[in-house]
């Protein structure tokens, strides 16, 4: 019976850590191997050996052979990093090259701006059509998510509304269109799922930058291979954006007044 319940525990754990960052749950496998191996008594033994491999992987191997699979990292520059650092940790910070070209051609448009892009999920590192939970198309590199601007008594801030910077949202004021609840109204229960995604909320003195979306989305446009960018119809329409490339993601997905989709052509 043990041994029943120990193979079920493995096999669980495989399959959420596969869910979660793609290798995981190959590298967790492999972890059980060398710790039943491995002869030397060594408390918490397999999960040593699991986080190392696991760092290992990350940071020296995945990166190598990705470009295999026609993606690549999120590259960093002075105004590009991620929102929040789990996104790189977990394998979700892989794109096209192109989606790299149109972040740094964006970058450079903003230098001198104090706007910055802080990216959230992109796709993982391998095989196109492998699902990046609980996201419904980011599966070929080709999607990523950037957060919005925020501002402090005038000033653009770097932060973000939760440690997650997802599900802190920029509702419809009472003058605009309710997508949201018109959503949730037709039994999209899932459309406002990211509230509880947050991992806490944080910077309470961050109000939406209008103006810095704004401009950071202008910026976004100017890139000929842009395909689509999501964000909530109030929001498009209290930033006075007109372009046709701006759509409406559809009920079935999730909310966009916290953070903005860009995907290539």
Sequence with gaps: MKT?????LIILLFGLLTVITQIGGIVYVLSVLISRNWKKKLRFKTTLIFIGLYLFSTFLI??????????EKVKHAINISATNYMTVLLNRNYVKPELNKLLLH???NLEGTKIEIHYLDASFPFINKFPL??????????????SLIYESKGIIKKGQKSVSGYGVFVGPNSNEFDQISKCIDNGYFQYDFPKYLTFGSINDDFVFSEKGTRKLITNILNNQNLGKLFIEPHLKSRMNLKDKRIRYHGCKA??????IHVQLK
């Design 4 to 8: 029943i319940l120990k193979s079920i």
């Design 62 to 71: 995945v990166p190598f052979v990705a470009p295999i699979f026609g993606r």
């Design 106 to 108: 964006t970058a450079k």
């Design 133 to 146: 939970l609980p996201h419904l198309s980011h599966n070929d590199g080709k999607k990523i998510d950037i």
């Design 254 to 259: 999730v909310r966009h007044d916290d953070h």
